[in-house]
């Protein structure tokens, strides 16, 4: 038996912010420039981190709230703008992060990112943060005809990697990431670090883990996934 067929799952495809990458203090920055910029009151950062997990878009229009579609139009190309100029400011990658995305590599498993956001600026920060050449495909909200939670993206991942659903996980912090594996069947792991835990607990996911480490136990480590040490199951 070859070490791979070992392993719970053989390829791995990560949500980004929320997951991979703490971009919190930016999104927050981009949403509040908006705001400003159309003479509205900035809202807390943690009501932002609410707001995540659609693309930008939908980011903006909720944040806009009652706001025609014009404003709403020009609220995205003013949160784009700005963001793009900022991807790296406080962005930085979950603790752990580095290391398990090492310890994925060394064990050859497929490494990919699902995000809604553009998957230029998803490249960016990735290339930013030393960890792009680990993942073999990124896809973003507007790589392809659809997004998340519709499950095409799952699909071309697949594609690319050369792996099959059953041996496919989707690993996210928000329920539109549940959603998604739902939608392609395949398994779902939670992160409880994301933008809002509370909210991904909400949608009683199977799996949740707490660590970096424990995600690498969980797809890798033998004994860990027979014993359930490594997950926390809500």
């Known amino acids: 038996m070859s070490r791979r067929s070992a392993f719970r799952y053989d390829h791995v495809a990560f949500d980004l912010d929320g997951t991979v990458i703490d971009s919190r203090a930016d999104l927050a920055a981009a949403t509040n420039h908006v705001l400003r910029s159309f003479g509205r009151a900035e809202i807390p950062p943690h009501s932002v981190y609410e707001l995540v997990g659609e693309g930008a878009h939908r980011l903006v229009e909720r944040a806009l709230g009652e706001a025609n579609d014009d404003q709403i139009e020009e609220g995205v190309r003013r949160f784009l703008a700005y963001y793009g100029e900022h991807l790296l400011d406080m ?31 998803g490249r960016i920060i990735l290339d930013g943060l030393g960890v792009a050449s680990r993942f073999q495909a990124i896809i973003g909200g507007d790589s392809l005809p659809t997004r998340k939670p519709d499950p095409a993206g799952v699909d071309h991942l697949a594609q690319l990697t050369g792996t099959s659903r059953e041996r496919t996980l989707l690993v996210g912090d928000s329920p539109v990431d549940v959603a998604t594996a739902a939608n392609a069947g395949i398994d779902f792991c939670g992160v409880g670090w994301g933008l809002d835990p509370d909210r991904l607990r909400a949608v009683r ?30």
């Open 205 to 234: 996911p199977t799996w949740i883990v707490e660590s970096a480490a424990e995600l690498v136990a969980f797809v890798v480590g033998d004994q860990a996934v027979r014993t359930g040490r490594a997950i926390t199951s809500s």
């Open 91 to 121: 962005t930085v990658l979950y603790p752990g992060m580095a290391d398990a995305l090492d310890a994925f590599t060394r064990a050859g498993v497929a490494l990919t990112v699902l995000s809604n956001k553009p998957e230029t600026y």
